[in-house]
């Protein structure tokens, strides 16, 4: 068995406030596995955001516990480049924050930027890109700590369709490539059954873990476009439909 | 995707490029025009008594006021101290507000506590407060730049606490994915994100320093052009005031014209 990066047992969460206390989460327990890609889906507003908030650090529980082996790196729904500042400075803001700004690391996420097609765009400014570079750049701002395990919450869903299904096939070869574990939270049913490993099926609020899929697929091009070829891609699809039973 | 400008002009693309220039200068000659047209009818009107120039003063004459004063060397001394009285006050006003808007983004109990004072100060007319000022301070120049102060201390600080909360909390948030402390969120992000909020503040703090500046001189002074207009007011020598209020509006035009061209340098990234 590989390792475990993330383990969660019975966690729970309430906000308060003073129109009363939400239930966000209550008793979700799963485990993510070194390389895995796990997939986070449920009804809007039933708690995904914060469980990815939990995992990182940014909460703490109400209940239960979270152990995390490994250093975590986030990838909020928009990119939120700062304006102010071109590619390269965006780029370095997580090593500045974290006063780990050295020749090394520069160098490191020159090769990323490098690497990834955004080299000749260093010092162009956010407004300047088109949103799939944008979302790149994040996704570099994200890596240049090195993290072990990425969250992903709906990191696409500001993109239109196309650039969205090209992004997500390549942050899915980039994070492979890197080695990475990830988390990915979805609405979209196709792109994690495309993207993951398994599949956390959530229920509407407070949030608890309805089903576990795990994702088999026959192909040979394993990358989210080449696999929705797959046979198994539809009755994943309709099974998960249902399982959300979503009403309109 | 980004692509540079290809260098090839197309012919239509370039009759639009000169059709938009000579609307340019189309509106530039209009404006100067209408400039000259207002300064003629005025002196032409004097001239020819259709109105009294001892009432309304003529061009010509604030010409001569304007040559008279600056030969004694007391024009320049004048706009001096009205010159300087606004910029320490307006930068005295600038930069406390931009300090107690930090700390009161810094520390909602303090914000909490200080808004019914706020508003209470906001909605204040800031002029009352001069005879007050000026039995503390004296008749120098202290109780005029308290003015100056008075006037726009408030509005920086609420305009500027304003745009800090409006900054996007999501950037926040990915501030502390990376584990920012408090102050690297302060630095890092709310300042920087405020720059628009603090040019706009900083232009419209250069007008009410103005006021604050020319009303405490006509409460209270000595020199300056405020002076000059309450001077030339109470010995009905409409051409000194005139004179004056013209070299007002042109300082005051310059002073705004200079924070444009510093707002351009500080937001390339427009
Ligand atoms: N800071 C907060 N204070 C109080 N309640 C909150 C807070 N943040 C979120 N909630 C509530 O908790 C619930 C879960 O929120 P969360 O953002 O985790 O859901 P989500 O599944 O990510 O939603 P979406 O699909 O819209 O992204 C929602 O009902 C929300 O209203
Ligand atoms: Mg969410």
Redesign the pocket.
């Known amino acids: 068995m590989n390792k475990i990066m993330v383990s969660l047992k019975d966690v729970s969460f309430n906000?308060h406030?003073l129109e009363g206390e939400?239930e966000?989460l209550k008793n979700i327990s799963f485990d993510v596995y070194e390389g895995e890609f796990v997939g986070i889906i449920?009804p809007?507003?039933?708690?995904?955001?914060?469980?990815l908030s939990i995992i990182s650090g940014l909460l703490k529980p109400s209940y239960g516990s979270v152990e995390v082996n490994g250093k975590i790196g986030y990838m909020l729904q928009k990119d939120h480049l700062f304006e102010w500042r071109n590619i390269w400075q965006n780029a370095l803001l997580g090593l500045e924050i974290q006063k780990s700004l050295t020749e090394e690391s520069k160098k490191y996420v020159e090769g990323l930027l490098v690497k990834y097609g955004l080299g000749e765009f260093k010092n162009h400014y956010p407004n300047q890109l088109s949103g799939g570079m944008r979302q790149r750049a994040a996704l570099i701002r994200t890596l240049a700590l090195k993290p072990d395990i990425l969250l992903l919450d709906?990191a696409f869903s500001a993109l239109d369709y196309q650039t969205r299904l090209a992004i997500s096939d390549e942050v899915y070869k980039i994070l492979k490539y890197e080695q990475k574990t990830a988390v990915i939270?979805t609405?979209d049913i196709s792109e994690a059954i495309s993207m993951c490993d398994r599949i956390v099926v959530l229920s509407n609020?407070p949030a608890h873990v309805k089903k576990i899929y795990d994702i088999v697929l026959t192909c040979e091009d394993r990358t989210p476009i080449g696999c929705r070829k797959a046979p198994e891609f539809r009755e994943y699809f309709n099974s998960i439909w249902k399982e959300l039973d979503v009403h309109v | 995707m980004y692509e540079a400008a290809t260098p090839y002009i197309s012919k239509e693309h370039r009759e639009f490029l000169k059709k938009v220039k000579r609307k340019n200068v189309l509106i530039r000659v209009t404006q100067f025009a209408l400039l000259i047209l207002f300064f003629a009818t005025w002196e032409i009107v004097a001239r020819y008594k259709i109105v009294d120039p001892f009432l309304v003063s003529q061009p010509s004459r604030m010409l001569k006021t304007m040559m008279t004063l600056s030969q004694n060397g007391s024009l320049f001394m004048h706009i001096w101290v009205t010159l300087s009285e606004t910029i320490i006050g307006f930068t005295l006003g600038t930069i406390i507000g931009m300090i107690i808007a930090i700390l009161l983004w810094w520390s909602d109990f303090l914000s909490k506590v200080a808004e019914p004072y706020l508003v209470v100060l906001n909605s204040l007319p800031k002029i009352a407060l001069g005879p007050i000022f000026i039995v503390w301070m004296g008749n120098g120049e202290a109780p005029i730049i308290t003015m100056a102060l008075a006037i726009s201390l408030i509005v920086t600080i609420i305009s500027l606490q304003t745009g800090f909360k409006e900054v996007d909390e999501e950037k926040i948030k990915l501030l502390k994915t990376f584990g920012a402390t408090k102050m690297q969120i302060l630095t890092k992000c709310i300042l920087p994100a405020s720059v628009p909020t603090i040019i706009s503040a900083i232009k419209i703090n250069i007008g009410l320093s103005w006021v604050g500046v020319i009303t405490g001189e006509f409460l209270v002074s000595k020199a300056g052009l405020g002076y000059l207009i309450v001077y030339g007011g109470q010995i009905f020598k409409l051409d000194l005031v005139m004179t004056s209020v013209m070299i007002l509006s042109i300082l005051s035009a310059l002073m705004y014209i200079f924070i444009v061209y510093l707002e351009k340098k500080l937001i390339r990234w427009r």
């Open positions: 906000y406030t939400t966000a449920g809007s507003g039933c708690g995904k955001s914060t469980l709906e939270v609405h609020r």
